[in-house]
């Protein structure tokens, strides 16, 4: 006989009338006004997942679905019978064990919470689902939301230790992707194609739909686990109640009403909600915007500000040496000599024209010269792990001996090799490789602490630390340092801020639990004041970080230039953003003295396109040397006017996803604009050598696809460092001869009638240069262009040609 435990979620119009029925086949708690319905077979499985508007099962059966299930000595548990009564839903499972869960009916969803547990054997976790659903479309792994076109289903973990995710992990770090074979993803369309780009958390795809899960670890004992390269890791216990008060919230609702849903959670649920202007960040367009990143101190900042009004943004970031040391944060005292007091000033600056200010935080990283390492090293730096020292150490030792290398013998990640006993701080060269382990060649007094004597069996911790030479923090120390930088917003009234290494802070032991709880904690020691319109970004982000965070700005601009800088991944970013309900943005992007304006327009065709926020990198100095400074923060300013006026149609920006497709945008009143498609053509003519006779001109194809229009051309050096009687022919017959000899640090550009002007390589104006032509125009259609040069130079030789030609205008109006 089958018992069917039916829980139905509701949408209530005034009061809503709860029916309650039992017979001996079924246990119904309906509503006047139903959407979503859960039905349950009586040994705790479901039996569906039903959208009721269309009584459609969006269950996938292919797998069985628990509402909880739990793992005992690394064994899972599924349950084997469900009661109900009243709010109160109990759970047995084969060891005996019984779970008491809280649920409770909301206008747009349940909130399930464990609220008891009971057995003869201590729970190790438990896990809210995997829910198996049959709907692939968009499968947004952080947020932990699956939707098709009609319906959306989703779970939220609604306090901070309820992870998103299945502990597949004992570090409690989702994995990647690829952990899964290709054979195990159905065909999710352009989106879900793109899923692999990060690590699966609360949403996975499965073989036939998707999965949604979170869980909860009781954390009640030390664990050794692998953890920031290291295979063995002690993570400490941690007293966070454990699993009892893990808490969910489930929906299922019509799928353009997830988002608001989520945003209703928040609120009722009382996570964090942050606004502008008393919006919701997530639907914010300002929660997108491009802002300037910038170098200023106290006597520089109204350069600053100036540069960002004419860019026409609000948002100015600081650039440069912004703290003495990480870890106490305090300001960088040959720019802010006058400390936070100094920074609140340029803040309230930078205000009084529009403006807000942020800086940039590694998060836990602790530089070696921070007063948490030196010259007293706090007992909250994070450790590896311990041992003894197996005999008494006077102050001139080079050898430790101790108890055991497991924890000291490890090198994949130990950049700083050190090791604190009591308060000195000791680098270590190796570790013998058999008994009696010792370290060897032992630097004492490391970081300026005190040599010290230690007595034999005094313990001895291998710290942590990172690549960037700093070490990381314990639980208690990054609650510390959430403080210490919540300080510094609160005194300054900086607006925006970067959690950039957030990763660092697995080094609580507590994986993606310790990489939210720094911003979070750091959240809720702001003002009150503070916190509307404060926009928070990362280079990462996890399940219940996304409710805090406004957004993920990555991509760095170091590597190449504007079109090549990590170019594939901040595009593919894109979709990730989408498909978990995020601001779209494309990272950081470095102006150089030499990028061109048709460079620029590339990148902020793009942000648009993608409707997607930027930093712009940018110094007095860089400004000062590019000689169309001016022309560049107009465009910027044009180009984001334009973005959050929502002028560009969703068909027009499709079209410009594309990047091979250029485009230059025009003002034509305060609130329209003309876009002009662009075509540019690159072309090399390079140094020959040839039989006598044979020409030593190189011959290029292009096409016009406009209407007529005047020649445009630019010409670079590649390597040659001259080159001389440069000449130009369109069409064989239509010659431009330029009476110039060019170096490898100057740019030639023509744009039609009897002139030409002579750039250095920064794009300042040497010279106008007069040519003896008419104007040569190019007509719709197909051409050609022969181009031949004198390199003098006996090396390889390249002249670039860039050849540009404009569509028709559409015309863009909010």
């Known amino acids: 006989m089958k018992i069917s435990l039916k829980l139905t979620c509701l949408f209530l119009l005034g009061f809503a009338l709860i029916i309650t029925s039992c017979t001996e086949n079924n246990i119904k708690l309906t509503s006047k ?48 019978s469900m009661e109900i009564n009243e709010d109160l839903i109990t759970l047995k499972y084969p060891s005996n064990t019984q779970a008491q869960i809280k649920y409770i009916r909301k206008e747009r969803y349940f909130t399930f919470e464990l609220v008891g547990i009971n057995g003869s054997k201590e729970v190790d976790l438990i896990t809210w689902g995997p829910y198996y659903t049959t709907i692939n479309k968009t499968i947004g792994e952080t947020i932990g939301v699956v939707r098709n076109d009609k319906f959306a289903l989703g779970v939220q973990a609604l306090n901070i230790k309820t992870l998103g995710g299945f502990p597949y992990n004992e570090n409690d770090c989702m994995p990647e992707f690829d ?13 879900g194609k793109s899923h692999v780009l990060y690590r699966i958390e609360a949403a996975k795809p499965t073989k036939t739909g998707s999965s949604l899960q979170t869980y909860c670890r009781n954390r009640d004992k030390d664990r050794i686990i692998e953890n920031l390269g290291h295979t063995k890791f002690v993570a400490p216990k941690y007293d966070d109640g454990g699993v009892i008060g893990s808490k969910i919230a489930f ?37 997108a915007a491009a802002y300037i990143i910038m170098n200023f101190n106290e006597e520089t900042i109204d350069d600053a500000i100036e540069v960002t ?71 909250r730096l994070a450790e590896v792990g311990r041992s003894i020292i197996t005999s008494d150490i006077d102050k001139k030792q080079t050898e430790i001996a101790i108890e055991s290398p497991d924890f000291f013998n490890q090198f994949k990640n130990n950049n700083l090799r050190t090791v604190r006993i009591g308060n000195e701080l000791i680098r270590y060269g190796s570790v013998t490789e058999k008994k009696p382990w010792k370290l060897l060649d032992c630097q004492r007094g490391a970081f300026n602490t005190q040599i010290l004597q230690h007595k034999s069996n005094t313990p001895i911790a291998k710290l942590l630390d990172h690549p960037y030479k700093v070490f990381l923090s314990n639980t208690s120390l990054t609650k510390e340092l959430s403080k210490n930088i919540a300080n510094l917003y609160n005194k300054t009234g900086m607006k925006q801020i970067s959690f950039d290494g957030l990763e660092g802070n697995k080094s609580t032991g507590l994986g993606n639990y310790g990489e939210t709880m720094m911003p979070y904690e750091w959240y809720n020691n702001l003002s009150e004041d503070l916190k509307d319109g404060l926009i928070i970004d990362a280079s990462r982000t996890t399940h219940f970080f996304w409710h805090l965070y406004t957004r993920m700005n ?87 006017r334009a973005r959050l006026a929502g002028v560009f149609p969703s068909e027009l920006k499709k079209e410009m996803e594309d990047l091979k497709n250029e485009y230059h945008l025009a003002p034509v009143s305060e609130n329209s604009w003309n876009l002009f498609p662009i075509a540019i053509d690159i072309f090399k003519h390079s140094k020959k050598v040839r039989q006598p006779g044979e020409p030593l ?21 590649a390597e040659a460092t001259k080159c001389r009687n440069i000449i130009i022919e369109l069409d064989n017959y239509k010659k431009i001869k330029l009476p110039i000899t060019l ?9 039609g009638g009897k002139q030409g002007t002579l750039f250095d390589k920064n794009w300042n104006v040497i010279k ?46 909010k």
């Open 743 to 751: 170096t490898n640090q100057q740019i030639f550009r023509y744009e």
């Open 554 to 640: 990555w991509g760095e601009p170091w590597y190449a230039n504007f079109r090549e800088s990590q170019t594939q991944y901040r595009m593919k970013n894109q979709a990730y953003f989408r498909r978990n309900y995020m601001p779209g943005m494309l990272g950081w992007f470095r102006m150089t003295p030499e990028i061109s304006l048709e460079d620029m327009e590339w990148m902020l065709s793009r942000t648009a396109a993608f409707d997607a926020g930027y930093a712009f990198i940018t110094s007095k100095e860089t400004l000062k040397k590019h000689g169309q400074s001016n022309a560049i923060l107009e465009l910027v300013k044009q180009w984001e």
């Open 697 to 717: 001109y190189s011959t290029f194809n292009f096409k016009n696809t406009s209407k007529k229009q005047p020649l445009v051309f630019t010409i670079k050096l």
């Open 309 to 379: 009004k004419k860019a026409g943004l609000k948002h100015l970031y600081h650039y440069g040496k912004t703290f003495e040391s990480w870890g106490h944060f305090q300001l960088f005292k040959e720019a802010f000599p006058n400390g936070y007091d100094g920074m609140k000033a340029c803040v309230e600056k930078a205000k009084k024209e529009g403006i807000s200010i942020g800086g940039h935080t590694l998060s836990n990283f602790i530089t070696t010269n921070d007063p948490y390492v030196t010259p007293i090293p706090d007992k």
């Open 251 to 287: 929906f299922g609702v019509p799928t353009e009403e997830a988002l608001q849903t989520i945003g209703a959670i928040e609120v009722a649920e009382g996570l964090p909600h942050p606004t502008i202007n008393g919006q919701w960040m997530k639907t914010a367009p300002e929660a």
């Open 768 to 813: 106008t240069i007069d040519l003896d032509i008419k104007n040569v125009n190019v007509s719709k259609g197909s051409h050609s262009l022969t181009v031949d040069c004198d390199f003098l130079s006996d090396d390889k030789s390249e002249i670039i040609i860039e050849v540009k030609t404009i569509g028709e205008p559409k015309l863009l109006t």
């Open 179 to 191: 952990i899964f074979t290709q054979e195990d993803v159905t065909d999710m369309g352009q989106e």
């Open 33 to 80: 006004n139903n959407l979503i319905q859960f039905e349950f077979h009586k040994n705790g499985s479901f039996i569906g997942i039903f959208d009721q508007t269309k009584s459609e099962n969006y269950l996938d059966t292919s797998n069985p679905t628990y509402l909880m299930s739990i793992r005992i000595n690394d064994v899972f548990e599924h349950p084997i």
